[in-house]
């Protein structure tokens, strides 16, 4: 697969419809980039969730849908990526799922949860982190 940086300059569509457009690959749902949306945001509820634990769960998801629709609306405008409503579906899920992952972590470990997410989150953080320069690096 050939992909180069200038590329990107020319590239801005939106797609609303769900499960559609960069989705399809052989006339089937290619899981795994909507997989990768999910993992990838699971840490983002996570830390917003230790970050403000007083907030309500509502508003917890109503910052976390705020950020995605702001990360969709980013790549449209700055032609960086198809914005797409499966992205911000898949984004919202993975944010969703870190904080219960949060509240499963409070209820079984009380006190130490903040502590053993710290570690886990750093260890995630470091590896998409990894992934994202060995990303770039095969890019060029």
């Given amino acids: 697969m050939q992909f180069s940086f200038q590329d990107l300059l020319d590239f801005r569509r939106i797609n609303l419809i769900p499960f559609a457009g960069s989705f399809i690959k052989n006339d089937q749902i ?8 999910v993992l990838a945001l699971i840490l983002f509820g996570i ?4 970050l403000k634990s007083s ?3 509502l508003k917890k998801i109503a910052v976390i849908a705020g950020f995605s629709l702001l990360f969709e609306v980013l790549q449209f ?6 914005s797409d ?8 899920l993975g944010e ?3 904080v219960g992952v949060y509240i499963v972590f409070c209820k079984l470990f009380r006190k130490k949860a903040n502590t053993i997410l710290n570690v886990l989150d750093s260890i995630g953080t470091l590896f998409v982190f990894s992934l994202f320069i060995l990303f ?5």
């Fill in 136 to 140: 770039i690096n095969f890019i060029d």
């Fill in 77 to 82: 405008v700055l032609a960086i990526g198809g």
């Fill in 55 to 57: 907030w309500s769960f």
């Fill in 85 to 92: 409503v499966t992205d911000l579906m898949g984004n919202m």
């Fill in 30 to 37: 290619d899981m795994g980039e909507i997989i990768y949306n």
């Fill in 96 to 98: 969703i799922i870190g």
């Fill in 47 to 50: 830390y917003i969730s230790m």
